[in-house]
């Protein structure tokens, strides 16, 4: 899109996360709307440098820094910053948070893998170590169980989330 | 000062805000400045503003700024004729400074002999009560379990198991109860093993609601040493600091005078030369000081120092360090003012306070009347896992206590990080806390009354516990950025193509 081009007319639905709000032009201003609470918009100034926007919400001045990646939006306001996640609007599925699982809680290396496949193990024995930052994080087991599969070898260079480890149900 | 420089070139043996405040001071001084750098940081801050920059090696530290050859080497094959190791790496490693020296190098801090004095926990703790300053209740040298169980009964439950070699929190376990002793002593071991290569532990008496006050000390190479007044330290979480202060809240002007006196005679006891910091641990119940450690190196929260008793700590390291007379005495110096740090990281206090990694999409930092910022990054910068996730230092300094906190929770909102979670809001909520303004934080407050209320470590649960006011301006803002910021160089790549949401790309569709 040109910046000369004016900005768009139509009514908008856009989704973060669990909530829709729906955006609608009137005259130079929008009228916003989220769980049937509606408020006037203003875009006072735009700085397109540092991701900043000067707007009047209810006429409530607004100062708002926002930056882009993918889906997310990293958002400060008053200090304070969230980030929200654009969503297609389809209802969010549970998330799969890997009951029998063992994620890797932040990004790091893999120092030492201390089971394999099939082995019994017992709630609290540490499974494989992490190390990152100078820091050494120990995986342990949450229950008494049997190794179901392991994804990660001594040296690996593990993302945050990351299934290190996966316990049998 | 002396119209020759000092030194004509240093090698800064660091990386991120530490390596960029030494080279600033460099230049103030006319030194020129070497760089070092691993692969992870080609396009580091502090390699753009030296003069030059060395490639030591790949992203792990071992093989970069923790290689004390290559170091050495680089500061050789470049002509300079000292080494400023910062802080953290090879700062406090007696072996590197004593191969800097053989190499015909200066290193910009104390004695090897002092480091090593100091460096172990055991014996610097020995050290000290021959020199007569005040320890924790404790035991050094102990081997077996049974030796341990003994002396932990002797002191009394709580007791602090630590690496003799230790530091960072490192090889450090809080046992409540015999019953919990012998695993804490095994993983303690195990720890400052890996860590350190050396399994030896300490056991002592464990102060819980004790507050950490440390002293600068300064000294030449001609025999005067002062201090500078104590930092208070007390904020932190995994035994690390996150926030310091000076003045302390808690120190009467008579404790100021004892402590600082004993952190003198604590130097004078090792030979101490250069900036160096005397640890110690605060009862506030009996206002009873035990040193705690020395830190033989230049501090990350060297600035608050700075600022009230008015000295360029780094430039003066640099100048003792090339033989110069420290021309100031005791008396010299008092304190002006109020300075809080509070250390900037990026790290994720809702999730255990866990580093966070990725790409800097905004970075702005706070500007105004006393306020510091000393940071190694900017807009576009990475953070990996490789290194200490600090991203900045925000200092501030003002008449008081109460208008420095309010400096800092203005500086602390006008501080923008987006692409990494930081502590920023979880600093703004210490700040606003009544026991903060009461001085009333001990070094387990934060895990003690900070972390029982979550709410204030996660902004994102504003939006799905419904503070629709919150989280309403924030909707708008982020839904308008997408129209408002297209077409704009910072975010067109992420406006159309990358984003399978976005609403706007279906109206440019229609409209064709």
Redesign the interface.
Known sequence: ???DEE??K?T????????T?E?NPSGDN?V?S??G?T?S?Q?VR?D????R?D?L?DGER?T????????K????????????T????AKQGVRHDHAGGLIA?????VRSVSVSVGDIVKKGQTLLTME?????IRIQALKDGKVKSVFAAQGQ?VE?EQILIEMEE | MTSKPPFTKILVANRGEIAIRIMRACKELGIKTVAVYSEADANAQHVQLADEAVLLGSAAPKESYLNADALIRAALDSKADAIHPGYGFLSENAAFAAAVESANLTFIGPSPDSIRAMGDKAEAKIAMKEAGIPTVPGFEGLESNNDFKKAAKEIGYPVLIKASAGG?GKGMRVVNAESELSDAIESARS?AL??FGDERLLIEKYLADAHHIEFQIFGDKHGTLVHLFERECSVQR?HQKIIEETPSPLLTPELREQMGQAAVTASKAVNYFNAGTIEFIFDPTTSQYYFLEMNTRLQVEHPITELTAGIDLVQWQIRIAAGEKFPFAQNDFHQHGHAIECRVYAEDPA??F????G?L??F?EPHGPGIRVDSGFSTGSEVN?????LLAKLIVHAENRDAAIQRMQTA????????V??N??FM?AVMAHEDFANGKVSTRWVEKTLLSSSKLLD??Q???NGH?A??????????????????????SA??NE???????KQ??S?RN
């Open positions: 899109m040109e910046a900005l768009p139509l908008m639905k856009i989704n973060f996360d669990t909530q709000l955006i929008y916003a989220v769980d609470k408020v918009v875009i735009v397109t440098i540092h991701g926007m707007l919400i607004v708002a820094y926002v930056s882009s990646d993918m889906a939006r990293w958002v400060t306001i008053n200090g304070h910053t969230m980030m929200l654009k969503t297609s609007g809680p932040m990004p790091g290396q990152a930052m100078k820091m050494e260079t945050r | 960072g720890e890996n860590s995994r999730n255990g866990l580093p966070s990694t790409s999409l905004q702005i896992h490789f290194y200490d996730p602390l909102s006008e501080f923008i990080v987006h692409g979670v930081t920023i809001d703004q902004n994102r504003h939006t799905l629709l919150v989280g309403l301006q924030n909707l708008i803002a982020a839904a308008l950025a997408d129209v408002v910021f297209v077409g704009s160089r910072s975010q992420v406006s990358s984003d399978p949401f976005n609403p706007w109206t440019k229609y």
